[in-house]
Every structure is written in C-alpha cells, then in structure tokens.
C-alpha cells in the first residue's frame, strides 16, 4: 500500500474511532501514535519517537512535550496533542513556550483530527504564530497529501522542507483572502475590477453592481474550471476503458440511449465522494432510457444510485439500510455533494469493501 492510500485508510478510521475517545490520552493512542507511525517512525522505539519529552526552559526544569520525534539523538521535530475536540491555539501551548529550548526546526499541534506545522520562518529559534502548513484528516487533499509525505521518515529533509515551507504558508494565506473575498468581495478588490472594466467613474452605484458582477464571475470561473477537468478526466477514462454508454447485455438497444454530460459529471462527482472509502475502479456507469445507474463492480444487484436528469426536475435515488430506494430533489450535480455521507454508507450494504 503507497502512501497516500495508508493516509486515506487512516482518514477514514478517524471518524470511526472519535465518539469512543473521552480524553487526550484516548486521542494520543487511537489518532496521534498510529499517525506518526504513518509517517514511517516506531513509536516503540524511544530513540525515534521520545514520549514526554522534556524541554527545560530557564529556572522552569522538567517541563514536558508530548513527543519529540528524533534523527541521531536529536529532536528534529515537537509534537503537542490535545483531545479530538479541543481547539488548537498555539498561543497556550507548551509547544509555543518551548521550542526555542530544542535543536528542533519544527512543531506539530494536533487533536488527532486538525494538523498544524509551525517552524521559525519569521524569526530565528522562535515559532511563527500561523502554521506554514495545516490540513483536517477527514478531508485531506491530495496536494495536502503530496506535503505531508516530505515529513515521512523516509523522505524527511530539513532544508528541503524549509526551503518549501514560505512558499506554502503564503499560498494559504492568499488563498484563503481569496476565498474570503469570492464569498463576499471587500469594496477595495471589486473596486480594482470596476476601474480595469467600467469605462467611466466608479461611483457607488456602480461599485455596488459590480459586487454582484464579481461574485458571478468567480462562480463562472470555478464552474468552467471545474467543468474542464471533468472533460479531460471523462476523456482519459474513456480512452482507457472504452465508451461510458456501451452497456453489458443490451446489444443494440443501447443506441437509444444517450448519456448526458450532467449524467457524466454526476458519475466522475459520485466517484471523488467514494474513493475515500471505495476503490474507484468498482464504480460504473450504466446508462438506461429511463434513468442512468451508478453500480458497484457493474452489478445490477449493486446499485449504488440511480439518476433521473431526462425530465423537468432532477432527482437521485440513493438506497437506504434496508437497500429500499429515498428519491431526492436536486437542482443541479453539484448538489450531490451534499448527500455524502448516504453515498459512503451504500456500498457497506453489499458486504465488506476492498480499497486497495
């Protein structure tokens, strides 16, 4: 198993494992051990992951961090863990006050589910006070994934990390004033657009309009990208497993049937829901007159759901514990984001899944 598939595997016994955790040392066993373990290091071994460990600041001597992970005798990196369901401030951490007090170039504050690396971009010996790199487990993304393999035993490197890690923690600093400002625009960035757009004096009114104009266009914009994707993804898997509509068992009657690009989208959206939990080369698309079916390994016996896009109004069947079908509304595919969890759950009703 790669890396990012045991990440995944981990991800997905988080949520699983939570509602048994009542204290920190719950979450250290449960969630913290076997992610550091997931980094490659033997948290049995006190020579690589040193639980307790002291860092002694001035007069203050037996002070304690939860772990230190070690290379050569060294603490190369802190880690402090609180319970699942504790806030991460880095502001009353032990980690804050003590990290100067170690050779260690870097800090990790967690609760099992919230990850934080901290390291000294700003000043020397003395941590930063934003995270240069944080993600949550449960829905860790690939490029998140493709970082946090750097701090994997097997590929750690100080200089290397560093030198990467300004770069990040201002790559989320400005996307995340992106996102702010797409959900709602400050009137100085809409005011930047309306002076390279409008071909006269921006007025109130006129900032005013173009507030609803820069909202729309951000929207256009992710939906095109997001629609581009798709294109090429459907393209590549068409390429490498032939037509989406060539149905097993119906021979020439599959000629009537069309499938639609929303049908398409809902498949390749229906499959990012699952392959969390689903190896994604168990879903398929098999296409009808009177719907469209999204099936587990192709079985008719698997339906995973069922999509009903050819009338006025749009509607998803998805099967419930008792495999009876619950038919919902939708206004458009996005919205199938919106029923996860039921999607997740479907393909335990057809016995023990197998991502691998």
Same mark, same amino acid.
């Given at each position: 198993?790669?890396?990012?598939?045991?990440?995944?595997?981990?991800?997905?016994?988080?949520?699983?494992?939570?509602?048994?955790?009542?204290?920190?040392?719950?979450?250290?066993?449960?969630?913290?051990?076997?992610? /550091?373990?997931?980094?490659?290091? $033997?948290?049995?071994?006190? %020579? @690589?992951?040193?639980?307790?460990? *002291?860092? &002694?600041?001035? !007069?203050?001597?037996?002070?304690?961090?939860?772990?230190?992970?070690?290379?050569?005798?060294?603490?190369?990196?802190?880690?402090?863990?609180?319970?699942?369901?504790?806030?991460?401030?880095?502001?009353?951490?032990?980690?804050?006050?003590?990290?100067?007090?170690?050779?260690?170039?870097?800090?990790?504050?967690?609760?099992?589910?919230?990850?934080?690396?901290?390291?000294?971009? /700003?000043?020397?010996?003395?941590? $930063?006070?934003?995270?240069? %790199? @944080?993600?949550?487990?449960?829905? *860790?993304? &690939?490029?998140? !994934?493709?970082?946090?393999?750097?701090?994997?035993?097997?590929?750690?490197?100080?200089?290397?990390?560093?030198?990467?890690?300004?770069?990040?923690?201002?790559?989320?600093?400005?996307?995340?004033?992106?996102?702010?400002?797409?959900?709602?625009?400050?009137?100085?960035?809409?005011?930047?657009?309306?002076?390279?757009?409008?071909?006269?004096?921006?007025?109130?009114?006129?900032?005013?309009?173009?507030?609803?104009?820069?909202?729309?266009?951000?929207?256009?914009?992710?939906?095109?990208? *997001?629609?581009?994707?798709?294109?090429?993804?459907?393209?590549?898997?068409?390429?490498?497993?032939?037509?989406?509509?060539?149905?097993?068992?119906?021979?020439?009657?599959?000629?009537?049937?069309?499938?639609?690009?929303?049908?398409?989208?809902?498949?390749?959206?229906?499959?990012?829901?699952?392959?969390?939990?689903?190896?994604?080369?168990?879903?398929?698309?098999?296409?009808?007159?009177?719907?469209?079916?999204?099936?587990?390994?192709?079985?008719?016996?698997?339906?995973?759901?069922?999509?009903?896009?050819?009338?006025?109004?749009?509607?998803?069947?998805?099967?419930?514990?008792?495999?009876?079908?619950?038919?919902?509304?939708?206004?458009?595919?996005?919205?199938?984001?919106?029923?996860?969890?039921?999607?997740?759950?479907?393909?335990?009703?057809?016995?023990?899944?197998?991502?691998?």
């Amino acid at each position: 198993m790669d890396f990012k598939d045991s990440v995944l595997q981990f991800a997905s016994r988080v949520e699983k494992l939570c509602p048994q955790i009542q204290t920190e040392e719950a979450t250290k066993n449960a969630l913290i051990m076997p992610f /550091i373990q997931l980094l490659g290091y $033997d948290v049995f071994n006190p %020579f @690589e992951v040193n639980p307790e460990f *002291i860092a &002694d600041l001035g !007069i203050k001597k037996g002070e304690k961090v939860d772990y230190a992970i070690l290379k050569e005798g060294q603490a190369i990196m802190l880690i402090e863990c609180k319970h699942y369901s504790e806030k991460l401030d880095p502001h009353n951490s032990q980690l804050f006050r003590y990290f100067h007090t170690t050779e260690a170039k870097f800090g990790l504050l967690t609760n099992g589910i919230n990850f934080r690396f901290y390291t000294d971009l /700003i000043s020397p010996n003395r941590m $930063d006070e934003k995270p240069f %790199f @944080e993600f949550k487990i449960t829905e *860790i993304k &690939d490029n998140e !994934i493709a970082e946090l393999k750097k701090f994997h035993k097997s590929y750690f490197d100080v200089e290397n990390i560093t030198n990467t890690a300004s770069e990040l923690k201002y790559l989320n600093e400005v996307r995340n004033l992106l996102s702010v400002e797409m959900a709602a625009p400050s009137e100085e960035f809409v005011r930047y657009f309306a002076k390279k757009a409008y071909p006269s004096m921006v007025t109130q009114k006129v900032l005013e309009q173009f507030t609803t104009i820069t909202k729309k266009a951000f929207n256009l914009l992710i939906s095109d990208s *997001i629609n581009e994707r798709l294109k090429t993804a459907l393209k590549t898997e068409t390429e490498q497993s032939g037509s989406l509509t060539d149905i097993p068992g119906q021979g020439s009657a599959s000629v009537n049937i069309e499938t639609t690009q929303e049908e398409i989208e809902a498949y390749l959206i229906i499959k990012s829901i699952l392959r969390r939990k689903t190896d994604v080369k168990r879903i398929f698309l098999r296409d009808a007159q009177s719907y469209c079916a999204i099936l587990l390994d192709d079985n008719n016996r698997k339906p995973l759901c069922r999509l009903y896009f050819n009338g006025r109004k749009k509607y998803v069947e998805i099967p419930g514990a008792d495999k009876k079908f619950m038919k919902k509304e939708i206004e458009s595919v996005d919205d199938l984001f919106g029923f996860s969890a039921e999607l997740e759950e479907v393909p335990g009703l057809y016995g023990k899944e197998n991502k691998s």
